[in-house]
């Protein structure tokens, strides 16, 4: 298999998609989309997001230093993209795409009451790392959307059907191929 080498790129894909909820000073809420995200702690429990200084919600992320992370699912995808492309400062997102403002546990920005998981954050440090400058965020509340609880009471969050971005293109996660450690669990005798 032949292989080329291109330019120095970001081609870490698929990443998880996510709408980040947030609010102004004055109670404004807005949404954007966020493809750089990622886990950064497991204790304390902390996560990341990268966002460019010249978008609208970048002023608000600073100022409040909190911030809600929506996971996404394939109802969500057409609200995810629509969040990701459309300036809050020209519109209002949570009314555009149908979306509900529900309280936040502890922090003053709104979830997204569609989506499966919201994660509420509040920002530890900011990192200005070129295009994009990261927000370090500890992890204060996870909320939960109980239809995807088990009779268990395990969540599953696979059947909320989640989706993903690579490279432009937004596709479902699809099905279980294994869970952690499978390649090195002794196999059952029958």
């Known amino acids: 298999m032949a292989k080329q ?3 120095a790129g970001n081609m870490l894909y698929p990443l998880p998609v996510v709408m980040v909820s947030m609010a102004d000073e004055k109670g404004k809420s807005n ?3 966020v493809a750089w995200a990622g886990t950064i702690c497991t204790n304390p429990p902390m996560l990341s997001i990268s966002v460019r200084p010249e978008r609208y919600s970048y002023g608000i992320l600073k100022r409040t230093g909190e911030f809600v992370v929506n996971l996404t699912t394939e109802k969500l995808a057409y609200a995810t993209d629509y969040c990701g492309v459309r300036s809050g400062k020209d519109v209002d997102k949570f009314t555009e795409m149908k979306l509900t403002e529900e309280k936040a546990s502890i922090i003053d920005a709104p979830l997204i009451k569609e989506s499966p998981v919201n994660i509420e954050c509040k920002v530890k440090k900011v990192e200005e790392l070129g295009s994009h400058h990261m927000f370090l965020a500890e992890v204060v509340a996870v909320n939960i959307d109980e239809t995807y609880l088990n009779e268990k009471n395990k969540f599953e969050l ?3 059907k989640p989706i993903v971005y690579s490279h432009g293109e937004y596709y479902g996660i699809g099905e279980l191929l294994g869970t ?6 002794k196999k059952k005798i029958r």
């Open 31 to 33: 949404i954007i989309t």
């Open 5 to 7: 080498t291109w330019k």
């Open 158 to 160: 696979s059947k909320s």
């Open 180 to 185: 952690f450690g499978y390649s090195v669990r």
